[in-house]
């Protein structure tokens, strides 16, 4: 239901942007967010945007660099990522998770929290 895609290999300093493809039932109150997991490591909060589209979150390591969009019915979300530094390697993950209402009485960064895992791709950058 969830399909990323666009990752590649990239040289430091250039942009990429990630797509997921929502499908198989209405997300509209969904968050989504974007996850990533490096090798040896745990699966990391990168982004968020909130089910009605007018709140979005960002990972410390991100903020600035990065912006998380959406379509109205949460079909497409995207990830524009620029100025990609080596540490920014990764699988990175959509997911969503139910988050109606107050989009800030939820916790948009634990894994765990979300229902639906799209299967991964993969951004390699090199320095």
């Known amino acids: 239901q969830l399909q990323a895609s666009g990752g590649g290999l990239v040289q430091a300093g250039a942009s990429l942007r990630l797509s997921c493809a929502a499908s198989g039932r209405p997300f509209r109150d969904y968050a989504m967010g974007w996850f990533r997991q490096a090798p040896g490591k745990e699966r990391e909060f990168v982004a968020a945007?909130?089910?009605?589209?007018?709140?979005?979150y960002y990972a410390k390591s991100v903020k600035g660099r990065f912006t998380i969009a959406a379509d109205s019915a949460k079909n497409w979300v995207y990830l524009q990522m620029n100025s990609l530094k080596p540490e920014d390697t990764a699988v990175y993950y959509c997911?969503?998770?139910?988050?109606?209402?107050?989009?800030?009485?939820?916790?948009?960064?634990?894994?765990?929290?979300?229902?639906?895992w799209g299967q991964g791709t993969l951004v390699t950058v090199s320095s």
């Open positions: 945007i909130s089910w009605d589209g007018r709140h979005l």
């Open positions: 997911a969503a998770r139910l988050a109606p209402g107050n989009p800030n009485s939820y916790d948009y960064t634990t894994p765990d929290k979300y229902n639906y």
